[in-house]
């Protein structure tokens, strides 16, 4: 029997839009909490060179990067509603958003979350910090809110895409007055904050136990101390049979300098 996929993720971050896709998926999966210290580590740095979350690992192959992650776990099943098949204009239009929120959307929280990555000086990091607040990230809620969220939701069900957001619109909500600036982002807030699987994502963020095992989905917490080791280890082996690996011993250290000054904190 083929084992569940363990979602490595941390709190507060984009790996929540992943966490809730997998909930209204009904496939079973496991989570694994990656801390701070363990994203640094180099155990983690030779599963993901970047040391980023969300990372999804299924006996050994690992997939990276939130809108790969996402068009995953919506093609495991199309019945669900989370995607739509491949080449059609449903796929297309939902990769479209992914990419949006993936790029443009994401990367306008850097400069506001990680303003010391810019400059030296904790005056101009201020002023590179409230210009992104009114001027970058405010275009991109404003795009967010005026072509993307035209109705309730992307679509008249929820999808990869609404995950997505629900996971990183919750950073611009001690920025904004979003119930007046940005109504439809509000109203998108509201319609998902109400659905079951979002709750139980939420809880499960902050409380591995705060959602019961289930046979078909949640399947409880992994380690991350206790499962690194296997998890490089069939990792290894399995990039050397698919040759589609990036595992190379000294890739983690040289990666590790540039990993500790440009990564956004919170994605």
């Known amino acids: 029997m083929e084992k569940p996929p363990v979602l490595f993720f941390r709190e507060g971050t984009c790996a929540l839009g992943p966490m809730i896709a997998f909930l209204m998926s009904g496939r079973p999966f496991h989570i694994c909490r990656v801390s701070e210290s363990d994203g640094d580590s180099d155990q983690y740095l030779l599963l993901n060179a970047l040391g ?4 999804l690992y299924q006996d050994g192959f690992i997939l990276t990067e939130n809108v790969a992650i996402l068009n995953h776990i919506a093609q495991l099943d199309l019945s669900r509603g989370l995607g739509f098949p491949v080449g059609t204009p449903g796929f297309d239009q939902l990769n479209r ?9 994401h990367m306008s929280f850097g400069p506001i979350f990680s303003p010391e990555s810019f400059h030296d000086d904790p005056k101009i990091q201020s002023e590179i910090r409230e210009k992104f607040i009114k001027n970058g990230l405010h275009l991109m809620m404003q795009h967010l809110n005026d072509h ?8 008249d069900h929820p ?9 990183m619109i919750r950073w611009a909500e001690d920025l904004y007055e979003i119930e007046t600036e940005f109504p439809r982002i509000h109203r998108f807030q509201r319609a998902m ?17 705060a959602v019961a095992v289930t046979p078909l989905g949640y ?11 296997e998890a490089i280890r069939r990792k290894r082996e399995v990039d050397l049979e698919t040759r589609h690996g990036d595992f190379t011993p000294g890739l983690a250290s040289r990666s590790r300098k540039r990993i500790k000054t440009d990564r956004v904190q919170r994605g």
Do not use: H, M, N, W
């Open 52 to 55: 980023q979350v969300p990372l």
């Open 159 to 167: 999808t990869v895409g609404d995950c997505s957001i629900f996971a």
């Open 193 to 209: 904050a109400e659905l079951f699987a979002v709750k139980q994502a939420l809880a499960l963020e902050k409380d591995s136990a």
């Open 219 to 229: 399947q409880g917490e992994i380690r991350f101390k206790e499962f690194a080791s």
């Open 148 to 155: 993307l969220l035209e109705q309730k939701l992307l679509y």
């Open 97 to 105: 958003a992914l990419g949006f929120l993936s790029s443009s959307f």
